[in-house]
């Protein structure tokens, strides 16, 4: 799940990024508001954390270009208190929460969980799948109440592939997801992640569409 945090307080972006990344994200921050609106326009994030108030475009500006130009990736606005006509603004103009500042880290960690929730129609935490339960929150995959040993990167996968369960997702696009912009994104290492979350969880979970991606199967459709 990648998250872009535009905020150009650093008092803000640091703890949240660290937070974020601690259940699970993998974030990126920028700063300025024409370079967040560039990144918002042109990559796929799961959640983007958007201040309004942004150096050379505010966040209400940007918010409206990517909805005018039909992106759809869940926006979370961060507001100051008591700007009531901001927060009716920034929802009218297509974001999906808002926070007002000052908040709780966990606040906002719950709230992005919620977002990507139901960004895929899901209605809890947890998820069912193939005799296991894979659970957001408590960040682990349980078979009969047993935790199964996976890595961050494994989990990451394995959350990316069930929150779009039933839809075949690209090598590139869960590179794009699973890294940060700034790491060194090899497309292969998926392969190899793909291979270990079977050896796993069972070869069946995850199945290979040769030349298209990898989908975990929506329950009751056809293998
Ligand atoms: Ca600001």
Known sequence: MRVLIAEDDERISGPLRVTLESAGFVVDTETDGEIAWYRGDTESFDTIILDLGLPTLDGLTVLKRWRAAGRTSPVLVLTARGRWEEKVEAIEAGADDYVVKPFRMEEVVARVRAIVRRANGLASSRIGFAGYVFDARQ?????????????????????????????????????????????????????????????????????????????????????
Not at 140 to 166: K, N
Not at 168 to 180: A, K, N
């Open 139 to 223: 960040m682990q995959v349980t078979r009969d109440g047993v935790p199964v040993e996976l890595t961050p990167l494994e989990f990451r996968l394995l959350a990316q592939l069930l929150h779009q369960r039933g839809k075949v997702i690209s090598q590139l696009e869960l590179t794009e997801h699973l890294y940060r912009q700034d790491a060194d994104r090899d497309p292969n290492s998926i392969e190899q992640l793909v291979g270990r979350l079977r050896r796993r969880l069972g070869a069946d979970v995850i199945q290979t569409r040769r030349g298209f991606g990898y989908v975990v199967p929506a329950e009751g459709q056809a293998s």
